[in-house]
């Protein structure tokens, strides 16, 4: 048996990083950007305005004031897209909108609120700073600029940046693609008639949901019979992916055909991980793909999945940050448990003032889902610790990721435990 620390370690030793292809922009958010992108240009790439109003020589209308205006020449009018041919002349102005290009010879914006239209002129009451009101070229970004790095999850801004830059089509990492199979007799599908006796196969569906909650390719195999032939077949079949997940057949007193195959077919690292739920589980390489043997209860094949097979989907898919960050919580209520096994405890979080607080969903059996369905986090407990007390800090791995949600802006009165686990480094003018 070994830790949680040693069966992730020898788990992303053996996990490789899948190669890349290439998307349309759109269909890569999410994704991650496996090349650095260089700006071929500035942007914006030439001198606009800010506002919408007129160029002006500052010469012109530096000492323009609401008693004493001073009057322009309105020598052409300049909307977003349009460019001004000729060069700005003492005296004159140019009506230009927010976007167009700075006319030569001009070298400050004033907006329209400081003038008023005259026929053919414009009045200006105030002596804007000389270059105000302008967007600079490159302001934004620099031609030859690096404005995205590899390893990077596409956000939506991400995208807006390449459009700018004219990049339709960018290099990412692929999404791995993960069969499941379901092994036991017992199990029925979702769709097949009720039998007495018999499980309903909802491992597959819990894992597979899990596998597109990370960005994986979940591909469903069933269920493989307790018979050497339909379990090879389903394994083979399985191996054909990125990576197999196998659901049940590894625990003591488990039918032993699934062991025995597994032992056969690949090198496996380990069968058992010092960690409840979810102690008997298996992995190994066979065929050159890494393979799970996950247990057979559906609260520790969840949990299993979320501590093992989770990271090893995001590193395969080019992700660097391959766990969720963890935050602190108080304690509801004390736990007890035996030493030697880290526990992870489904359970619920609420903020209330400064703090945010931690308690059971109730039985933690391994076989009971709604434990996991009432869960918006695991409370972990070290293997040393026989006891948790009421009041004390615990760390809690977050699953919900609404948990900070909220139906009203909740920035406007920030509370102490929002701003506790949302940190910003340096400092910054606004």
């Known amino acids: 048996m070994v830790s ?21 922009i ?54 977003a897209g349009k460019v001004f041919s000729g060069r700005l002349s003492p005296g004159g102005a140019v009506r230009i909108m927010t976007g167009a290009p700075l006319p030569r010879g001009a070298d400050t914006v004033v907006q329209a609120e400081d003038t008023e239209k005259a026929g053919e002129w414009v009045k200006i009451f105030a002596a804007t700073k000389k270059g105000k009101n302008i967007r600079r070229a490159g302001e934004d970004v620099k031609a030859e600029e690096r404005v995205l790095d590899e390893g990077m999850v596409l956000q939506p801004a991400h995208i807006g940046m390449l459009a700018s830059i004219k990049r339709s089509f960018v290099s990412v ?31 597959s569906y819990a894992l597979a949901a899990q596998v597109r909650e990370c960005g994986g390719i979940p591909l469903q195999l069933g269920i493989a019979k307790d018979r050497r032939e339909d379990l090879l077949a389903k394994i083979q079949q399985g191996l054909q992916a990125d990576i197999l997940v196998t659901s049940g ?17 690949g090198k496996m690292n380990f069968w058992k991980v010092a960690m409840r739920p979810g102690q008997p589980l298996a992995f190994g390489v066979i065929s050159g793909k890494p393979l799970f ?18 990271p090893s989907i995001l590193k395969m898919a080019g992700h660097r940050k391959l766990f969720r960050p963890p935050l602190r919580a108080v304690l509801r209520g004390d736990i007890e448990k035996k030493g030697g096994l880290i526990h992870f405890i489904r359970c619920r979080l609420s903020i209330e003032g ?17 434990s996991m369905v009432k869960a918006q986090g695991l409370l972990v407990l070290p293997a040393d610790q026989t006891l948790a007390r009421g009041g004390e800090e615990v ?26 686990n949302c940190c910003f480094g340096g400092r910054f003018k606004v």
């Open 173 to 203: 990492y692929q999404r791995p693609r993960v069969a499941i199979l379901s092994t036991g007799d017992e199990l029925l599908e979702i769709d097949e008639p009720w039998e007495e006796g018999k499980i309903i196969n909802s491992n």
């Open 249 to 265: 057949g590894v625990s003591v007193g488990d039918y032993d055909l699934v062991k025995a195959m597994l032992r056969e077919l």
């Open 354 to 370: 400064e703090k945010i607080y931690a308690s059971t969903t109730g039985d933690q059996g391994s076989g009971i889902l709604s």
């Open 395 to 420: 760390t809690v791995i977050p699953l919900d990721p609404t948990l900070f949600h909220s139906d009203t802006p909740t920035y406007l009165s920030w509370s102490g435990a929002r701003r506790k």
């Open 293 to 310: 043997g996950l247990p057979g209860n559906p609260v520790s094949s969840m949990v299993s999945f979320e501590q093992f097979v989770r």
């Open 26 to 79: 759109l269909n890569s958010a999410g994704r991650v950007l496996a090349e650095d992108i260089i700006a071929p240009r500035n942007i914006p790439p030439w001198d606009n305005s800010a506002m919408d109003g007129y160029a002006v020589r500052w010469l012109d209308i530096q000492t323009a004031s609401a008693g004493r205006p001073f009057l322009l020449k309105v020598l052409a009018d300049l909307p």
């Open 4 to 24: 949680v620390a040693e069966a992730i370690r020898q788990i992303l030793e053996q996990i490789p990083r899948l190669g890349k292809e290439r998307l349309n």
